[in-house]
């Protein structure tokens, strides 16, 4: 079955940067791109940007464009998210899901950006 | 401020049928299908509608989506405590960005 298994949490202080990573299995990882979704608490779901796993092209939304990098290694299935220039807006749960409209998603990362 | 206009509220008492609407334009809704997801805090969102109207398996057929021009709605039918969530819409605009809605809490009275 498809899944999408996801980093642990990590707590970062203002300015550092985080690598979420989301490893797939069930599935061939190069035929799907991987979407970026964050959810801050008490805001809504906020889509970060794409990845394409076989060719490597991303696409970001304007207000990550700079700050955001999404790769991925086809070697150990696994897409990567790094954030970098935290603050304490970004402390939010991050997840993988493979497109936009999916059942598939990974289980959610939290990120706290505390000082 | 989300391309995807939903209100931020709705409620129901068990049994009723409640719409949530999303209002966007000709470059996202008029431009692609809708999906609809319910979420809770802290867990994966859920699936509930793609392509404007179709049900992943496992969705019960209470849940059920339409689009119009640039608007998409989401009907629950027979409402339960258990439908209490935030709903929300998601498409990709012409730019290849995927946009969400701002998100609906839906409270069950």
């Known amino acids: 079955q498809v899944q999408l298994v996801q980093s642990g949490a990590e707590v970062k202080k203002p300015g550092a940067s985080v690598k979420v990573s989301c490893k797939a299995s069930?599935?061939?990882?190069?035929?799907?791109?991987i979407n970026w979704v964050r959810h801050v608490t008490g805001r809504g779901l906020e889509w970060m940007g794409w990845?394409?796993?076989?060719?490597?092209?991303?696409g970001y939304a304007r207000k990550f464009q700079g700050r955001v990098i999404m790769t991925g290694d086809t070697s150990i299935r696994t897409a990567y998210m790094e954030l970098s220039n935290l603050n304490s807006d970004d402390t939010a749960v991050y997840y993988c899901?493979?497109?936009?409209?999916?059942?598939?998603w990974g289980q959610g990362t939290l990120v706290t950006v505390s000082s | 401020q989300s391309a995807l206009t939903q209100p931020p509220s709705a409620s129901g008492t068990p049994g009723q049928r409640v719409i949530i609407s999303c209002s966007g334009s000709?470059?996202?809704?008029?431009?692609?299908?809708v999906n609809w997801y319910q979420h809770l805090p802290g867990t994966a969102p859920r699936l509930l509608i793609y392509?404007?109207?179709q049900r992943p398996s496992g969705v019960p057929d209470r849940f059920s989506g339409s689009k119009s021009g640039t608007s998409a709605s989401l009907a629950i039918r027979g409402l339960q405590s258990e439908d209490e969530a935030d709903y929300y819409c998601?498409?990709?605009?012409?730019?290849?960005?995927?946009?969400f809605g701002g998100g609906t809490k839906l409270t069950v009275l």
């Open positions: 899901a493979r497109g936009l409209g999916t059942t598939y």
């Open positions: 069930g599935y061939t990882f190069t035929g799907y791109d």
């Open positions: 990845m394409n796993p076989n060719s490597g092209n991303t």
């Open positions: 000709r470059s996202n809704i008029g431009h692609d299908s």
């Open positions: 392509n404007n109207n």
């Open positions: 998601a498409v990709w605009d012409d730019s290849l960005n995927g946009v």
